[in-house]
């Protein structure tokens, strides 16, 4: 599965930006997916998960109320419509797609849309 995300750029602190990750094949609607962010020197952190079976959502605590994740399996993609943005959510954002199948743990990075939220 290859992973696309798109949709970053600059915002003033305040305003809305949402991202897409679109990926290459009709199997994605089977994974679950999530969204995370990194900045330079630290580790990547998880900010948002819609679960595959249950359409079940969670969210990291510093974005939970603005931060909403969604999907469409018609187009094999998954949003995350991020709104009242701070300069803290500055980061590279990457998607993550993965499922256990027979066992095995399969999971597939996209590599990232820069978000810049300054004044």
């Known amino acids: 599965v290859r992973l696309v995300e798109s949709g970053g750029g600059l915002v003033q602190p305040g305003g809305s930006l949402k991202l897409s990750c679109a990926a290459s094949?009709?199997?994605?609607?089977?994974?679950?997916v999530s969204w995370y962010r990194q900045t330079p020197g630290k580790e990547r952190e998880l900010v948002a998960t819609?679960?595959?079976?249950?359409?079940?959502?969670n969210y990291a605590d510093s974005v939970e109320g603005r931060f909403t994740i969604s999907r469409d399996n018609v187009n094999y993609t998954v949003f995350l419509q991020m709104d009242n943005l701070k300069p803290e959510d500055t980061a590279v954002y990457f998607c993550?797609?993965?499922?256990?199948?027979?066992?095995?743990?399969?999971?597939?990075w996209g590599k990232g849309t820069l978000v810049t939220v300054s004044s």
């Open positions: 094949e009709f199997t994605f609607s089977t994974y679950d």
């Open positions: 993550k797609a993965y499922r256990t199948l027979a066992g095995t743990y399969y999971y597939y």
């Open positions: 819609i679960i595959n079976t249950s359409g079940r959502r």
